[in-house]
């Protein structure tokens, strides 16, 4: 049965357009609750759910913990909807508690380098990331179309299909500036063929190119550089939540903490 299941909501995934490294993950934590349930896939409650987190406490990583149970309350509610179940018990179940992890900007020294040397290509995705706080998806999903010169904004589609519009700065102008002109629907980062490139694509080719500048940095960090320096200077969490596309003001205040301590940092060199 266990084989069936996964096969049927396999399918289903793929046809939503999630990506194979999701549906693999998926896959793992799926053979997981297989074996903890056995026969009782169909009948499980939310006190199986929360007994096989728990059991994994030490063998899973707090974010794999929470994965693990967003995971199976997908599965479940792909059942519901197939009326395999009458209900999704991990709606009733307690969510584990993942303590939120401190962002980690790039350092000044990160972004000037990274800025300086490689592909014309990489640098203006790193622009992107540390001068207006864009997610690799964002990125993928850029065109020249969306990027407004006259009114300086740029439309981003965000988390969700959700859509916001961030400011051109002065630090990022001169690097956009060569895509003024260009075809609307052209791709702001193309792949080796002239063609739009993966969100997954864009991370590993930003962290490899950080590496080439001798910087072990990922790409969400210019992210957290953007944002971190942003609230430095207005000391505003809304603008900043607005800016950086947070569904809630929780996820902005994270970089308040960063801000002060190098605020803090800085006046004891003093």
Known sequence: MADGVWDGWATAMQ????????????????????????????????????????????QWRPESRKRAFSDIKQLYRYLAREDLVSRNPATLAYPPKVPR????????????????????????????????????????????????????????????????FVFINRELRPWIAALDGSHPHTPVYVGMRGGPVSAGTVSERIAAHARATGHQVTAHQFRHYYATRLYERCSDLLAVKAQMGHASTATTEVYTKVAQEMIRAAALKF
């Open 15 to 58: 046809s939503r357009g999630l990506s194979t490294k999701t549906i693999r993950s998926r896959g793992v934590f799926y053979r997981s609750w297989c074996k903890w349930m056995g026969d009782g896939l169909l009948n499980a409650g939310h006190a199986d759910i929360e007994a096989w987190i728990a059991a994994h406490a030490e």
């Open 101 to 164: 992890a401190e962002p980690r900007p790039a350092s000044t020294s990160a972004v000037k380098d990274c800025l300086s040397s490689g592909r014309f290509i990489d640098r203006l995705a790193v622009s992107f990331m540390a001068y207006a706080g864009l997610r690799c998806v964002e990125v993928s999903r850029l065109r020249c179309g969306d990027i407004d010169f006259a009114d300086g904004i740029i439309w981003v589609e965000g988390k969700g299909g959700q859509q916001r």
